[in-house]
């Protein structure tokens, strides 16, 4: 599996969307090598969990954003 297609399928992946099982491990398996999709990978895992642990307020809370770019900043 190369960068493209590992992106293109990284989101059904994050949200645990229908893959086959065949396509999960390629994903698991380039993430092992690759760093550059890795770096992708944590930054849309750590957002994804930013939101799900802040999203359930109906405002927004100022450290909210900087958390955000406190993971921005790291890539």
């Known amino acids: 599996m190369d960068c493209k297609e590992a992106l293109e399928k990284l989101y059904l992946y994050l949200d645990h969307e229908i893959l086959s099982e065949s396509e999960r491990q390629q994903i698991e398996g380039h993430l092992q090598w690759c760093w550059r999709c890795q770096q992708v990978y944590q930054l849309e895992n750590n ?29």
């Open 47 to 75: 957002l994804q969990n930013l939101i799900r642990l802040n999203g359930r307020n109906d405002e927004v809370p100022p450290s909210f954003f900087s958390k955000i770019k406190n993971v921005i900043a790291q890539f």
